[in-house]
């Protein structure tokens, strides 16, 4: 056997990471041309070049771009199918890192003061909400609902003119007779 040919198909299959039918295709569209022969019925294949990058110690970059340190306000929960569990999660690994930083009168110190302006940002947001209510209830702001809690609506003077004239008691009737 020829020394520079020494690998059989199945064999040089494995080296180059690929099945032996791949391989054959390979060979039957002229991609390695000079580098097999073929003595009988078989095909011997010359070892690969080494010009290509090592596929042992090849790590593949992680194409997905972590988010670290991502203020709260940024955070968009909803665009995960779990977004409430991932939030969740996240606010207990923050209440546990919080917990080992401080100890716990420092916690103490803390929590009512917190408790404090939470519920002072409740009352602001409810008193903006009921002003947007007012705003809607108010009947010069034209972008609200409609109030259908009225049972009718008495006779509404739009300005326009009317399509058909109406007859008045001071003008004489007019002519609906037809000509055929």
Do not use: W
């Amino acid at each position: 056997m020829d020394l520079k040919y020494k690998f059989n198909a199945r064999e040089y299959s494995a080296i180059v990471g690929i099945t032996p039918s791949a391989l054959r295709k390979r060979r039957l569209s002229g991609k390695l041309n000079g580098s097999f022969i073929k003595k009988g019925s078989e095909f011997f294949y010359a070892s690969p070049a080494i010009d290509g990058p090592n596929k042992d110690t090849f790590t593949p970059i992680n194409s997905r771009k972590r988010r670290r340190h991502v203020p709260r306000s940024e955070v968009q929960y909803h665009r995960a199918r779990n977004g409430h569990q991932l939030q969740q999660a996240n606010d207990i690994k923050q209440l546990c890192r919080i917990n080992r930083s401080l100890s716990e009168d420092g916690i103490a110190e803390i929590v009512p003061d917190i408790i404090e302006v939470a519920k002072q940002r409740r009352v602001e947001r409810l008193k903006k909400n009921e002003q947007k209510l007012q705003r809607d209830i108010n009947p010069t702001y034209y972008g609200g609902f409609i109030n259908c809690k009225n049972k009718g609506y008495k006779d509404i003077d739009t300005g326009f003119k009317p399509i058909f004239e109406q007859e008045t008691e001071d003008q004489e009737p007019i002519n609906t007779k037809r000509y055929y």
